[in-house]
């Protein structure tokens, strides 16, 4: 555990006391400090998760997945599966009724196949009880009807990743707070010769990221609280007549980004601003070359702008472990996860990640990993800034379906590179959200 | 049991029954692995089944749905094009390149082995190579073009939609050309010379004799492999799913790509089937229209047509 300053202890006490508060809110046992399963005579588990983004998450997941084997006895194997494919894999176990028994799934997941889930309340209650309580959106994630159906892992973090002295040249001490702001920012960058960019391609994790919180922050939503479409609005406009400003002043190509050209072309200097996990940060610091590693020096990690409502409307990617009704092994299961988020478990394989990925509950805050490097600390407190896929209406297969579509990233394309205009492209966006949304 | 054993011994000696018997492997292996796997999707289509749970019975809802869908009609225009524009070239270069092959060129057997290496390369390892070239910031064509100064920026070949339809019909174009080229030198290598003599000594000239003895002869085979590389191009999906996933604006999404992001990152399987279902009718069209070429003359096999 890190040293304890007066500041660290005000801070902990006070998010335990807001912990308490909302997990009094969940059910969990009289004495929920010693929760554990026994394990199935015989147990054997199948963990399918997710490939690591970086080594170290494997390595740690690997080394606390043995502890719990030496310590229970409970054989697990664990797959592993680029995150995309992890999703269809999910959903075919889960149709099929046989398959691994506890997955890593992501976003809306266990929304499209909730019945076939294992009721995960108790242990989900316990842990939120112990650990100072559930962030907000991974409790929206993880539940349904008041059920926990799915255990939240973490929030793959993603920041206005910049490099400070060429935004400190544009005239600026760093990301702006607003969005006037960022535009000009942009704008001065463009101007010195030293460009944003932000994808525009199908880029599921970046592109939807950046679109998302676009279209948020200008109080514009996909849908309404009653499951409407609503993003045929004056609002959405006035987020596309942003997005074509912001267009101008990218490097040319935007377009035909997926994830990885970003990173590419911020590692090369090409590009001087976007939105990225920690790994173009990673990528510079670990590299043998002189020129990245001075590079990761100048490299600086922003939060986004806040919008018109003045609260943070971000989306980042929420990752959750799922238990599948048709395993053997429930209790086995139950207990390796509760092994698994246990403080030991969950922060040792946080810092393994370095940073790669920010815990689901507020314990994690104190995690050494967001001190161990400045560069860290923007990442510690991402998740408190998200709203859920599908906002404002509920999780399920209309929003799953919706952001596998792309809807959102090709209407702001759309728009932006001028091939519709903005109520055209709002419109087109709303025609495509009837076909999943309809009541 | 004596009559089991007359059974049986009717059985080994009936040419019927035995011929039944040889084909009932193969045709136990099409029917799980083709005919089941089709008509499961085809009655998906008429479904409105997701990935979450089963579905029911719907009929054409689907169908009507996507045709009120204005990605769904893209992706079909764009698989037309792309077809159409791929395929011509295909052929085009393909015939020429045999032609060429045909001679009798020094190290025809390496030759002939290099210029099947496109076809013969994983098409997701071509494509990512294709994905590298065709990069807006690391092109290797833009690189080499601006050094030679007939360039100031980087072609953004993947980012404007109509490039990105050229680009990606150019790198099936690359693919592709092998398929056509060895097919149709098999098919050239079967004309007799005695004709080509003959033509020769009757005066004609190297295009005449290309016209009047050689595309007529060659007919067949051309069905046969543009039957094919038609039908390969029209369901390609790992080209456009590696270089531009569909994108710029699903400017190059083709319906098999758009059937797969539905279905299964989409969840929407029955959807997905739907338009899976959609490209059949195309392709029995081109079967049909191939089917016919392939008829062969009665001349060509030496009858007298009369």
Redesign the interface.
């Known amino acids: 555990m890190p040293k304890i300053t007066r500041r660290e202890f005000v801070k902990t006490t006070t998010v335990a006391a807001a912990g308490v508060a909302v997990a009094s809110a969940l059910p969990r046992r009289a004495d929920a400090a010693d929760l554990s399963y026994k394990p199935e005579k015989g147990a054997k588990l199948r963990l399918l998760r997710w490939k690591r983004f970086v080594a170290g998450d494997e390595e740690q997941w690997m080394a606390n997945t043995k502890k719990f084997t030496e310590k229970t006895g409970v054989e697990v194997r664990v797959d592993n599966e680029g995150w995309e494919d992890v999703r269809p894999k999910a959903a075919v176990a889960a149709n099929v009724g046989s398959g691994p028994d506890i997955i890593l799934g992501w976003f809306d997941d266990p929304h499209q196949y909730p019945d076939k889930l294992v009721d995960v309340s108790e242990l989900a209650g316990y842990i939120g009880k112990k650990y100072g309580g559930w962030y907000d959106v991974c409790q929206r994630y993880g539940t349904r009807d008041g059920k926990w159906i799915a255990l939240p892992l973490g929030v793959i973090g993603n920041l206005m990743v910049h490099r400070i002295s060429h935004v400190k040249a544009a005239g600026f001490d760093g990301i702006p707070k607003d969005l006037p702001g960022f535009l000009k920012l942009c704008q001065a960058l463009k101007a010195k010769g030293t460009p944003a960019g932000l994808a525009l391609g199908h880029a599921v994790g970046d592109g939807n990221d950046w679109v998302h919180w676009l279209v948020w922050s200008h109080g514009a939503k996909l849908v309404d609280e009653k499951g409407n479409v609503a993003i045929n609005s004056p609002e959405t406009v006035a987020a596309l007549e942003y997005a074509q400003q912001l267009y101008q002043t990218f490097i040319p190509g935007t377009l035909s980004w997926l994830d990885p050209h970003n990173n590419k072309a911020f590692l090369d200097g090409q590009c001087s601003l976007t939105n990225n996990g920690i790994s173009i940060y990673y990528a510079a610091k670990t590299s043998p070359e002189p020129k990245l590693k001075e590079m990761a020096d100048d490299i600086g990690h922003g939060n986004w702008p806040i919008g018109v409502s003045g609260k943070p409307t971000n989306f980042m990617q929420v990752t959750q472990a799922m238990v599948f009704k048709y395993s053997k092994f429930p209790n086995a299961a139950k207990e390796y996860l509760r092994f698994m988020w246990e403080w030991d478990q969950m922060d040792s394989w946080m810092q393994k990640s370095i940073g790669y990925v920010t815990g689901p509950y507020k314990a994690q805050e104190k995690s050494a990993v967001w001190t161990v490097d400045p560069k860290h600390t923007p990442f510690r407190d991402v998740t408190g800034t998200l709203l859920d896929n599908g906002y404002a209406y509920k999780l399920g297969a209309a929003s799953a379906a919706a952001m596998a579509d792309a809807i959102l990233i090709d209407m702001v394309a759309e728009a932006a590179s001028g091939q519709q205009t903005p109520k055209a492209a709002a419109e087109r966006a709303e025609k495509r959200a009837q076909r999943y949304y309809k009541i | 049991m004596p009559s089991g054993l007359a059974l049986l011994s009717r059985l080994q000696n009936s040419r019927n029954a035995l011929g039944a018997l040889f084909m009932l492997p193969a045709a136990a292996l099409l029917l799980v692995f083709l005919t089941y796997p089709l008509g499961l999707g085809a009655w998906l289509g008429f479904t409105d089944t997701?990935?979450?749970?089963?579905g029911r019975f719907v009929g054409t809802e689907n169908f009507r749905?996507l045709f009120?869908?204005?990605?769904f009609w893209l992706s079909v225009f764009n698989t037309f094009v792309y077809t159409a524009a791929a395929s011509v070239l295909k052929f085009g270069l393909g015939l020429w390149l045999a032609l060429i092959l045909n001679r009798n060129l020094p190290f025809k057997s390496l030759l002939r082995a290099i210029i099947l290496l496109p076809f013969i390369v994983p098409t997701v390892l071509s494509a990512i190579a294709f994905w590298w070239i065709?990069?807006?910031?690391?092109s290797v064509i833009s690189w080499t073009l601006q050094r030679l100064g007939l360039i100031h920026?980087?072609i953004?070949?993947?980012?404007?939609?109509v490039n990105?339809r050229l680009s990606l019909i150019a790198a099936n174009v690359w693919r592709g050309i092998p398929f056509v080229a060895i097919s149709l030198l098999a098919g050239l290598q079967t004309i007799s010379p005695s004709l080509y003599e003959a033509a020769t000594l009757d005066g004609a000239t190297p295009w005449q004799r290309f016209r009047h003895v050689t595309f007529p002869l060659l007919t067949p085979i051309i069905a046969v492999v543009m039957t094919f590389s038609v039908l390969l191009t029209f369901t390609d999906f790992q080209l456009v799913y590696v270089i531009?996933?569909?994108?710029?604006?699903?400017a190059t999404h083709l319906m098999a790509t758009l059937a797969f992001?539905?279905a299964?990152?989409?969840?929407?399987l029955a959807e997905g089937a739907a338009i899976a279902g959609a490209m059949v009718p195309f392709l029995i069209g081109a079967i049909l229209f191939s089917y016919f070429g392939l008829q062969r003359r009665r001349w060509q096999q030496g009858a007298t047509d009369a």
Not at chain 2, 50 to 54: D, E, L, M, Q, S
Not at chain 2, 68 to 71: A, E, K, T, Y
């Open positions: 997701t990935i979450g749970r089963p749905s009120q869908d204005s990605v065709f990069d807006s910031q690391f920026h980087y953004d070949f993947l980012g404007d939609p990105a531009t996933r569909g994108g710029p604006m699903n992001q539905r299964i990152p989409g969840g929407q």
